[in-house]
């Protein structure tokens, strides 16, 4: 604001930045950063967000340079990712740190949203920046599935028929939606096509949402870890203070990003996708990329197709209706000795159903799942209510 | 804080025990683990061992090229494992493709050459299946990447051969085989003592020769693997510097913070 009143007093001593700063506010914006208020006490969890903004940035970098080689065909796709591991200069760096990426992405907004979940950080007033989170998530999730589907081995293909065909439930018009997704009968080239398309395609409305994102999150600022209203003087500026903490935080992050791109670079995918495509060969167990696992396990646990489906966008849906379904006033953990057991046993639960969802369907791994994707729902329903009106939170400090 | 983690921590052993006694229930009929051998390429310092995956390239070339194709390597590629580029030639040169269509508009039979891919030994999936019972021989390029534990794997299946139990009936042209899915496998035993002549004198058992042929087709799937270690090493080396710096940093700018 201060540059704008010199701006309008610049006669001759008008820098060309603050020029230009006067037409297009960008020096102000990256003075916002300065500006921008951020409690003292947040732990390297709050460094989560910005190492899934930087997770996105490879993606996206990585992915361009990917789509330079990359040829969306049914009979050239497996052969063209082979020779850009092989022939195209430092092209395995490049398709190794795009998998391993995306599993890394998965990491760290997995651990995001946990974040989130302990700390409260879900609650007025910052509702909407919870629900733009979990679109964000869903717009991952699809972007994920799109671009595992495109190196066109074995899992690609099959796990594309799987989760395309799950929309055959929907009533009445259930075959016909599939067809239209498919581009014709059965999974193929135009599938192939427009799933490379829209892989490229999301990534860009994930940024645009990750800016909604962003506003939410100034317009209140970070909550913290002891979930309460922070005043001035329990503030800091975020940068330099959360600049080099967050620096911190991308080390150890590229550090283990770093071990599995160069010495486990296939350990998070599946063997079957380097085996090409075949219409013809169904393998043993189709399984998802792992972190749609635990999804998987819930969609799997009920005997009915419809049923699974609806019961699997619900477990994902859910998580809008969050801030209402936890009536407490407190938000951190800290102080809430009852949510604070409630929300380790959701992520046990989470972690079963991860475990079953790569397993086999069937005993005992189907009775586990039904169990465990029941508490899931329970823990919202009927657990987190229930706490929040009975729970006997602890004294909250006055401040920080 | 500590509480969380003590708790986590007994969380975690029970799922590691519920998880070990209901996989150690479900593998009870499948196929046999496979043998756990000692590789040189294993590890963060693992290497291929040249004069091992020349001779794994002699036993493709004289046993596994009959019915399997290597389809993702050109013959020039095989420098990297210490072929000289005249020896490659001279490799290249024993194969015979089509190319063309010429001026004249035919197509003509010529030898390969350096910058070919490895020939296929059947021109067409449905005349390898002929030749095979019906059953496809699959492509050897990925083949340790696209199997569980590849290397493993492949090294048990082929020394893994041997008479099937009473209780077992073998179907027609198939072989008992405990490592393979299922347990009966179509390729009949690849491999017998002394079947190859290796030039540096090694002694081509069975077992040597199954190592030699798994570190040649490890080379294969992953040629990138040697490069992709050592530049591994400089940037962890790097990152470990730069998230201490990073930390100090932090700490100094910090110090004031109550």
Redesign the interface.
Known sequence: MDSKTNNVNCNKSCSIIEWIDYRLPFLSFLKHLQHYRTP?NLSYLWSMGSIAGIALVIQIVTGIVLAMHYTPHVDYAF?SV?KI??NVNYG??IR?MHAVGASMFFVAVYIHIARGLYYGSYKTPRELLWQIGIVIFLVMMATAFMGYVLPWGQMSYWGATVITNLFSAIPLVGENIVTWLWGGFSVDNPTLNRFFSLHYLLPFIIIALVMLHLIALHTHGSNNPKGIDVTEKDT?PFH??YT??D??G???Y??IF??F???E??YLGH?????PANPMVTP?HIVPEWYFLPFYAILRAVPSKLGGVLLMFASIFVLFFLPWLDRSPIRSASFRPLY?ISF?LF??DC??LG?VGG?PPEE??LTISRIAATYYFFNFFILLPFISKYEKPLPLPSSL | MKHEFVMLFRIFICIFLLCSSISASAHSHTALPPKKMEWPFDGMFGTFDRQAAQRGFQVYKEVCAACHGLYNLSYRNLKDIGFSDAEIKEIAKNYTLQDGPNDAGEMYDRPAMPSDKFVHPYPNEQAARAANNGAYPPDLSLVVKSREDGANYLYSLLTGYHDAPTDITIMPGLSYNPYFAGTQIAMPPPLTDGQVTYADGTKASVEQMARDVTIFLQWSAEPEMEHRKSMGLKVMIFLVIFTIFFYIAKQRIWKDVK
């Open positions: 003292k052969e082979e591991m092989r395995w760096l190794y800091i330099p203070y080099i903490k620096f911190v991308f080390g150890v590229f550090l770093a071990f791109i160069f010495y670079p296939n063997p079957d996708n380097y085996t043993a604070r380790w992520v046990i972690l079963v475990y397993k005992p791994y």
